[in-house]
């Protein structure tokens, strides 16, 4: 894809901070990514102040983007900023590695009809520690199944998931999953599509609502997850060398050339 000036120009961004919508780069396109570090680049040229950087971090929970904020005008030289940078990127990607793979376990169990338990030990086993013990995550996914059953049930709140849900709630809420779907069947996962905040969770249901088969839905989520991480690794390097970029005081042209070269 071409990237445009259009696409990525900063004229139309609030002035200050920048409240906007979430951040998320596992999810967002190169382009708006790429739009995010340019209206930095203009709002820094215009206030001439680097603290409202360490501003805008305590404003996002993107994880990556709040790490290169708070170290990119910090007293670390760049070199130890930039391996940093990479080790962070590391911990994070490994993060996404984990849930991802809880969720294919999770759609597997469904599509199989898999005992919550079973289903449960195997996400666990992602995890060097278990972020939840086994018998707590059981007795908050009862708890939070009875709470679906009640009239003013906040089902968004109970149910959705995201691509960083924390590790012990993402166990907690999966295996709701695996037991909603074991009770209503492999169609009852149709009513769980609003709440799969995470593409992957989402591709996953749909498929097992449509009724394909353990090693199809597997072998796919498995490629996507892939393709995923891969992709967020570059949108993480991305954004490491316009933050770079911006540490370095290259004009707002130079980082529009830097956010260029890695989109699509």
């Excluded at 901070?17 to 998320?24: A, G, M, N, V, Y």
């Excluded at 007293?75 to 130890?80: G, K, S, W």
Aim: net charge neutral.
């Amino acid at each position: 894809m071409k990237i445009s000036r259009k696409v990525l120009q900063a004229e139309s961004v609030p002035e200050t901070p920048l409240r906007r919508p979430e951040l998320d780069i596992l999810e967002m396109p190169y382009e708006g990514l790429a739009a995010y570090w340019l209206s930095l680049k203009k709002l820094l040229d215009e206030k001439q102040d680097t603290n409202f950087l360490l501003e805008e971090a305590a404003y996002t929970n993107e994880p990556y983007v709040r790490h290169l904020l708070e170290t990119a005008f910090s007293a670390l030289d760049e070199e130890r900023a930039v391996r940093l940078g990479k080790a962070r990127q590391d911990i994070l990607l490994e993060g996404y590695r984990r849930r991802f793979a809880c969720m294919r376990t999770a759609i597997r169990a469904i599509i199989e009809a898999e005992s919550p338990r079973l289903s449960l030990i195997r996400m666990l086993s992602h995890f060097p520690a278990p972020p939840i013990p086994e018998a707590k995550a059981a007795e908050l996914a009862q708890s939070l199944l009875r709470g679906l059953a009640m009239p003013d049930a906040d089902k968004a709140v109970l149910l959705e998931i995201d691509s960083r849900t924390k590790a012990d709630r993402l166990m907690v809420k999966l295996m709701a999953y695996v037991t909603l779907g074991r009770k209503e069947g492999r169609d009852g996962c149709r009513g769980l599509l609003p709440y799969a905040r995470a593409y992957l969770l989402l591709e996953g249901l749909s498929l097992a609502a449509d009724g394909f088969d353990a090693p199809f839905v597997d072998a796919h989520m498995e490629t996507l997850a892939r393709t995923l991480l891969d992709e967020t690794r570059r949108k993480m390097d991305m954004s490491l060398e316009l933050c770079r970029s911006i540490r370095a005081e290259f004009d707002y042209e130079t980082l529009y050339l830097v956010a260029r070269a890695y989109i699509p």
